[in-house]
């Protein structure tokens, strides 16, 4: 998923607004001071590759390792049904556990970069503007 970013306004106590868009995704907005501008947009498309990759990485290998724990762990059973059974249950709580964790290190993550950068995020949306 391609990132872009743009310094799209300028606000009055030196902090300009920078957009971010992705492929599928409505754009974000974000303030940011203007001195920080450039490398927070280089940061920013970095972090997003580097999530990307992690999250992919964490989807693919939590299905061996559950496999895996679930076949140790049920060796010495000897009814192929409940081995089955328990295997299905290991994959969806892995599944489930994975998914867990790779959203809250990429939440954290978000966090932790936008205090880096002093900066906060615009929410332009129909419901947050005044009528």
């Not at 799209?8 to 001071?33: G, L, S």
């Not at 059973?77 to 998914?99: C, D, F, H, Q």
Request: proline residues 3%; glycine residues 6%.
């Amino acid at each position: 998923m391609a990132v872009t970013t743009a310094v799209t306004r300028k606000f009055d106590n030196n902090f300009v607004q920078v957009e971010v868009k992705a492929k599928k995704d409505e754009p974000r907005y974000y303030k940011v001071p203007a001195d920080k501008a450039d490398s927070f947009q280089k940061e920013y498309v970095a972090n997003s590759k580097k999530m990307r990759r992690l999250s992919d990485a964490m989807f693919f290998l939590s299905f061996p390792v559950t496999i895996g724990l679930s076949y140790l762990c049920t060796k010495k059973i000897e009814s192929k049904n409940l081995r089955m059974l328990i295997g299905v249950i290991a994959g969806i709580v892995g599944g489930v556990g994975t998914s867990y964790a790779g959203v809250n290190m990429t939440i954290k993550n978000h966090k932790e970069f936008l205090e880096k950068y002093n900066s906060e995020e615009i929410d332009y949306s129909e419901s947050k503007l005044p009528i």
